[in-house]
């Protein structure tokens, strides 16, 4: 059994301010018994392509990073530490850093798909105008399950699920910030539907609904099971939510329903580029 707690956080405009509630967030969990935690996309920043270049840091010398490295030390827990722009030379990413129990640095995952959508009536978001995709899937090794990460918007598209299933993912974690439109269209959904497809765990981890914010997240943080069903789920304020993986209902799911013997690539492949690139620490 591994027990996961997903971070719920109100994020304000003052970082020292995040951090600290992000710290102390972490701590109620570790204290619960949570030995792998996530935080939500963008915990130390608002989200927004006008906010990504004045609090975007270096990684690793940051002092976001450096905060993660040092809350998974003192907890001795697995730390995704949602996501916080990042500054390489010119370019700016949307990136979530993992550490191990021990502070050691386990992936840096940049996010690959960026949220270029318009709604009619709804959202306008244009991430592309401010940041540079990823180009990287991440699997790490947390006890005896392989966990892959997406941020927020990857979970849109099942190949990247699907391939890290093929790489031996149990559990999918996905930080993500979807808004008031996206997100009772689709956050539900997509986590329920990556989870059902490549029947692993799957949690969508969202900071907390801020409605004075300039863009209002969906809150809302919940786990899928590998049937599809909601284990856990939040409400739209700050809080955590806690769910329990077992290996053993990975077994009897897997067993029940053995899609990955019935699939059919005599008629259909899901395959990787020479471009795609991996951080595995399995």
Known sequence: MLKFAGIQLKVSSDKETNLRRAGEKIAEAAAKGAKLISLPECFNSPYGAQYFADYAEPIPEGPTTVFLK???????????????????????????????????????????HLADVNIPGGILLQESSALTPGDTFTIFQCGEFKVGVGVCYDIRFPEPAHLMKMRGADVLIYPGAFNMTTGPLYFDLLTRARATDNQAYCASVSPARDVNASYVAWGCTLVAGPSGMIMDQIGPEEGIVYTEFSMEELRVVRAGVPIWQQKRPDLYTVGETEKLQWNMSV
């Not at 500054?87 to 690959?112: E, M, Q, W």
Request: glycine residues 14%; proline residues 5%.
């Open 70 to 112: 040092e809350q998974a030390m003192k907890h001795g827990i697995y730390l995704i530490g949602g996501s916080h722009p990042e500054r390489d030379g010119d370019k700016l990413y949307n990136t979530c850093v993992i550490f191990g129990p021990d502070g050691s640095a386990i992936a840096k995952h940049r996010k690959v």
